[in-house]
């Protein structure tokens, strides 16, 4: 019997109650489970710290010494006791606000205690609140007690102490693991040190070795600790040096896991799947490039389309993520990949994430495309009654050659004559399981072209996007102006003002941003109002639009058509302009309450100018007092205007989990002990790792490497995610 699938239920300590807990909280059942419950930090309980030498600034620290008196304060939700601990060095406060009478009836005056905790300062008091507290055992308390009159004077021997620490390992037991718990777990005592029990009581009953579950030859080439040395360490490590390495192979471990589970379906899928070969470039294309084409294609833009035009012709799917920068050019990528798509007998399908862009790109390919005999269709919710039926049609029949449209297009009613590539732009909110949905809507699947224009960390598109080919477009069109960027204070509203009245009067076009968040629309909504009816009395001999998300659609693109003709000089709106509209001469993008914006959105929105030739600006206003991280925040785009970079630093400052669209994708944000943002050289070595045991060993007949199939295996089980993709 593995004792690793055993219920949570008979460990020792558990029960029936806790195991109900356990299983509803941390999704703990067996015992495996909480083996691979890692401690989120460890705290060091190497030494024990005198009163004299410890602060309010310190971490937890450990404490040795007895209760001089106890005093019951204050009354009613203000009630606490308070235990004044001395350990002749000085004294301080043991705090209770909770618990109160436990800690009145347990602990006495005069016996000697270990005290762990946060000291804090209150009142001019060092003070301990809920300190962890027990009896320091007996040939210790001898020891500290020989040290003289603990009340009165200065120990006589302080070395003394130190002698007792190496002498009473189970006391000061080194770094200790800290263990997250919900309130309703630390309700029933399962707080950080109540998991620690268990995990302790864990340990008692794994005798064995836990089953290695790398092959040797990858740890002995990576020089990684056993999996049993590497999960002991991780709960209770021997040394910082072991805990280090132990943290190293499980993330290691896990990263090569999730590596090779993506690229096992790569291969998979490039084996079961045949790719439509578009043979040729053809004469829509041609056509296209030397009769429609308005200008000369970036170098970038060339190299990609040769790069999708490879993966068309090689008879395997394309899988391909293109990124590029905010006004890169991708749509005019996506269409001439379209028309080679047409040239080779095909439909095409570009999807957007949102109404408002869909009908902007019907509109760009339309007036691309021109007098051209290409029939551009658009299916969104909003395509009703006999305009969808009409759609519908053109669809089967082969008429419409691409067909625009947002997440409506993947609805199984929606039937295609042959189809031969989807495009998907601003990809983040499509999962793997979305995308793979689309090829059921051919005999062959068709070729699928991921667009970007949030730039991924390299880390992270190698573990969300990890099964995709990757281009990148990185250089924009001749003759843009950087944007230049201001961080200015709600309290400068005069000097933000000076410089719309400048451009104002150059003939430019202004955009104010106003944040919306869904919880308190309403207020939102009010911000933006009072937002619009201050832009109109200050600036009375311009004309100023209003976009939000509550009017109707029809409205909206109104106000917005105005806009874009320049009939109107100001657009105050919500972000619904964030992906789409383009307008080249709008020279000014305020953003007000900028410190509410994730960096990419506020990347995206600034990307909404400096698309004609002239100087564009950028202000993004907070109010005066931020966070440390948020003034950093906005440093990041007043110093850069590389989308990479700022992907980057909103990786580090933020963390891979909230990122936009990482939680819609699953696939890698179960990590349990990798962290995206710090790890991308051990995601490297497990990626190449992963990739040699696939290249070498494609048929999985190396006995070698049965243990990792295996793993793979147990893995999908318990991870509904990686069953997903395939
Ligand atoms: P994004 O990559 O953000 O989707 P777009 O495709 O919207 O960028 O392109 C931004 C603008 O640049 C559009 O007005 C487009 O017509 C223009 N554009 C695209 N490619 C070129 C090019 N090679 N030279 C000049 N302008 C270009
Ligand atoms: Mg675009």
Redesign the pocket.
Not at 294 to 298: A, G, H, I, R, V
Not at 325 to 330: E, F, I, M, T, W
């Given at each position: 019997m593995n004792i690793l699938t055993q219920d949570i239920k008979y460990l020792q300590g558990v029960g029936p109650q806790r195991a109900t807990l356990l299983a509803n909280e941390l999704n703990i059942k067996t015992v495996g489970d909480l083996l691979t419950y890692y401690p989120y930090k460890y705290v060091d309980r190497s030494r024990i710290y005198k009163i004299r030498d410890i602060d309010a600034n310190m971490a937890y620290v450990q404490l040795c010494g007895q209760i001089y008196s106890f005093e019951s304060m204050g009354e009613g939700r203000n009630k606490r006791l308070i235990a004044h601990f001395v350990d002749g060095t000085g004294s301080l406060d043991l705090v209770w606000f909770q618990g109160i009478k436990y800690a009145a009836k347990n602990y006495d005056c005069r016996k000697t205690y270990i005290v762990f905790g946060k000291p804090t300062v209150f009142n001019g008091h060092l003070q301990i609140a809920h300190p962890e507290i027990e009896l320091a055992p007996d040939h210790l308390k001898v020891e500290v007690q020989t040290m003289g009159n603990l009340f009165e004077k200065e120990p006589q021997n302080p070395n003394l102490q130190e002698k007792a620490i190496e002498a009473q390992p189970t006391v000061f037991k080194g770094l200790c693991p800290s263990y997250n718990t919900s309130e309703k777990m630390k309700k029933s005592g399962l707080t950080s040190a109540g998991m620690a029990k268990l995990t302790a009581n864990m340990f008692k009953l794994l005798k064995e070795p836990l089953t290695e579950t790398l092959p040797l030859y990858i740890t002995a080439q990576h020089h990684l600790m056993s999996y049993d040395e590497a999960i002991r360490n991780i709960h209770y490590p021997t040394s910082p040096e072991a805990l280090r390495h132990a943290q190293l192979r499980l993330k290691f471990e896990e990263l090569f896991y999730v590596q090779l589970n993506i690229l096992r379906y790569v291969k998979d899928r490039q084996l079961h799947y045949k790719g439509i070969v578009f043979s040729t470039v053809g004469q829509h294309f041609n056509d296209f490039f030397y009769h429609h084409l308005?200008?000369?294609?970036?170098e970038a833009?060339k190299r990609v389309i040769r790069e999708i035009r490879a993966d068309m012709k090689s008879g395997r799917q394309m899988n391909r993520l293109l990124q590029?920068?905010?006004?890169?050019?991708?749509?005019?990528?996506a269409l001439m990949v379209a028309l080679i798509a047409i040239d080779n007998g095909c439909q095409a399908c570009i999807m957007a994430p949102t109404e408002i862009l869909a009908e902007q790109h019907l509109d760009?390919l339309r007036e691309f495309l021109g007098d051209m005999p290409i029939r551009v269709d658009l299916l969104t919710g909003t395509v009703k009654g006999k305009r969808r039926t009409e759609v519908f049609k053109g669809l089967v029949t082969g008429d419409i050659h691409i067909l625009v449209g947002t997440h409506a297009v993947i609805e199984d009613n929606v039937l295609f004559h042959q189809l031969g590539l989807v495009v998907i732009?601003e990809q983040h909110r499509f999962g793997v399981a979305q995308r793979a949905k689309l090829w059921m809507k051919n005999h062959v699947p068709p070729h699928v072209l991921v667009?970007t224009?949030t730039p991924i960390p390299r880390t992270l598109a190698m573990t969300l996007y990890g099964d995709l080919d990757v281009s990148v477009?990185d250089e924009l069109?001749?003759?843009r102006k950087p944007i230049r960027t201001i961080h200015m204070f709600d309290a400068h509203r005069q000097r933000i003002y000076e410089l719309m009245n400048r451009e104002l009067q150059l003939g430019r076009q202004i955009y104010i941003v106003y944040p919306l968040i869904k919880e308190t629309e309403k207020m939102d909504l009010k911000d933006l109002e009072a937002g619009f009816e201050e832009i109109s009395k200050a600036f009375p001999s311009y004309k100023v639009s209003k976009v939000h998300g509550k009017m109707k659609p029809a409205e909206k693109d109104t106000e917005m058509q105005r806009f874009a003709s320049h009939e109107t000089h100001i657009l105050v709106s919500t972000t619904v302009i964030e992906v789409g509209v383009?307008v080249?001469n709008a020279s000014v993008m305020i953003i007000e309450n900028a410190e509410r914006f994730g960096l990419s959105q506020l990347h995206q929105l600034r990307?909404r100018v400096g698309?004609g030739a002239d100087q564009s600006y950028c202000v993004l206003v907070t109010k005066y007092e931020l966070s440390n991280t948020t003034r950093r925040r906005i440093q990041v785009m007043v110093d850069t205007t590389d989308g990479f970079e700022i992907a980057e630093q909103d990786l580090k400052l933020r963390g891979p989990g909230d990122l936009e669209g990482t939680q819609q994708s699953g696939m890698a944000f179960d990590l349990k002990i990798a962290n995206l943002a710090q790890d991308g050289q051990i995601l490297t070595l497990a990626r190449d790792s992963a990739q040699a045991v696939i290249t070498s060993d494609p048929d999985e007949r190396n006995q070698q490497n049965d243990i990792l199939w295996r793993r793979l295996r147990e893995l999908r089980k318990t991870n509904v995610n990686w069953g997903a993709i395939s």
């Open positions: 308005p200008f000369q294609l970036t833009q590029g920068d905010v006004g890169s050019g991708k749509t005019l990528v760009t732009d667009m224009a477009i069109p001749p003759g383009n080249p990307g698309r």
